[in-house]
């Protein structure tokens, strides 16, 4: 199983970038898919988070500027930044909770390659 994740690069506060993140491998069910954030000398902390059946949810700092979507016929979760500040910077991880097809009872926990977002003037 791979986790692809692309879309980062440098934004100019007020801008907006759009990342995504494909699953691949013999995937039977992809359960919740995720964005993880971590920034310079701070902890990993969740973003946003979305189920198979669309449910979604973001942290308090991002509510009202990013929004989380999924194409479950793609395997592939989005996630649209808007309004972007200073503090949005950080390296940005894909992450999915799935089931195999052949471990089809057991939940994986799969993280993707980080993708660096920056903002800055």
């Known amino acids: 199983v791979q986790l692809q994740a692309c879309g980062g690069g440098l934004v100019q506060p007020g801008g907006s970038l759009r990342l995504s993140c494909e699953v691949s491998g013999d995937v039977f069910s992809i359960n919740v898919m995720g964005w993880y954030r971590q920034a310079p000398g701070k902890q990993r902390e969740p973003v946003a988070t979305i189920t198979i059946g669309g449910i979604t949810n973001l942290a308090d700092s991002v509510k009202g500027r990013f929004t989380i979507s999924r194409d479950n016929a793609k395997n592939t979760a989005y996630l649209q930044m808007n309004s972007l500040k200073p503090d949005d910077t950080a390296v940005y991880y894909c992450?999915?909770?799935?089931?195999?097809?052949?471990?089809?009872?057991?939940?994986?926990?799969?993280w993707g390659q980080g993708t660096q977002v920056t903002v800055s003037s």
């Open positions: 992450n999915a909770k799935l089931n195999l097809r052949r471990s089809r009872t057991y939940e994986f926990n799969y």
